[in-house]
């Protein structure tokens, strides 16, 4: 069982704004750094966010991180129909001492 | 080229054992932590091992402690997941990654290799 919670799913129209929520505690997202991964169909995950917000060359600044407290969201904005895919939050728990994955959200676009 | 190929899956039956690899190549391999996670059917994404850039320190996923080891070789760039008592429930792909540190994000992903633990 995860320890960070994410919706299922999350849709939306071509051009539209999705945000997807990440919730966890203390000893992982409230004291560690927060990484989102997109795992499109049939594919390896790809790092799609690092450091919350922070975001690797070559992914467009479409795709968003933010976090406050034990929480943290993503945000794709223009959203097109090549965003659909898994997406995950992870974060480092101190408590478990291991790596943690959200229960991923999958994004349809409409 | 940045990559990582894994390698070492295939059929196992229960209690048997594995040992999966994954090479790398294009980045300095002993500069990086490195991880192993795996997907099983249709589910999410699970955390399962990693190791420090010196090997020094390591650490498992609740579930795979004292069944699974993560080893690295730099003399071949590589890394190991040596996997016993294998259970029904660890059948899943296996994917190897790095990153900068233990808490950061993971930055080169393999392709995968897939274990499936079936009698």
């Known amino acids: 069982q995860s320890v960070l919670n994410q919706p299922p799913s999350a849709s939306g129209t071509p051009g539209q704004r999705v945000t997807i929520s990440c919730s966890g505690s203390?000893?992982?997202?409230?004291?560690?750094?927060v990484n989102w991964y997109q795992q499109l169909p049939g594919t390896a995950p790809k790092l799609l966010i690092y450091?919350?917000?922070q975001r690797p060359s070559g992914v467009p600044d479409r795709f968003s991180g933010s976090k406050s407290g034990t929480s943290a969201s993503l945000g794709i904005s223009g959203l097109q129909s090549e965003d659909e895919a898994d997406y995950y939050c992870?974060?480092?728990?101190?408590?478990?001492?291991?790596?943690?994955f959200g229960t991923g959200t999958k994004v349809t676009v409409l | 080229e940045v990559q990582l190929v894994e390698s070492g899956g295939g059929l196992v039956q229960p209690g048997g054992s594995l040992r999966l690899s994954c090479a790398a190549s294009?980045?300095?391999?002993?500069?990086?932590?490195m991880t192993w996670v795996r997907q099983a059917p249709g589910k999410g994404l699970e955390w399962v091992a990693n190791?420090?850039?010196?090997?020094?320190?390591?650490y498992y996923v609740g579930s795979v402690k004292g069944r699974f080891t993560i080893s690295r070789d730099h003399a071949k760039n590589s890394l190991y997941l040596q996997m016993n008592s294998l259970r029904a429930e660890d059948t899943a792909v296996y994917y190897c990654?790095?990153?900068?540190?233990?808490?950061?994000?993971?930055?080169?992903w393999g392709q995968g290799t897939m274990v499936t633990v079936s009698s």
């Open positions: 990654a790095s990153a900068d540190c233990y808490s950061c994000g993971f930055d080169t």
């Open positions: 294009g980045f300095t391999f002993s500069s990086y932590w």
């Open positions: 190791i420090k850039e010196d090997g020094n320190e390591k």
């Open positions: 203390s000893s992982n997202i409230g004291s560690n750094i």
């Open positions: 450091n919350d917000n």
């Open positions: 992870a974060a480092w728990d101190d408590r478990l001492k291991g790596y943690v």
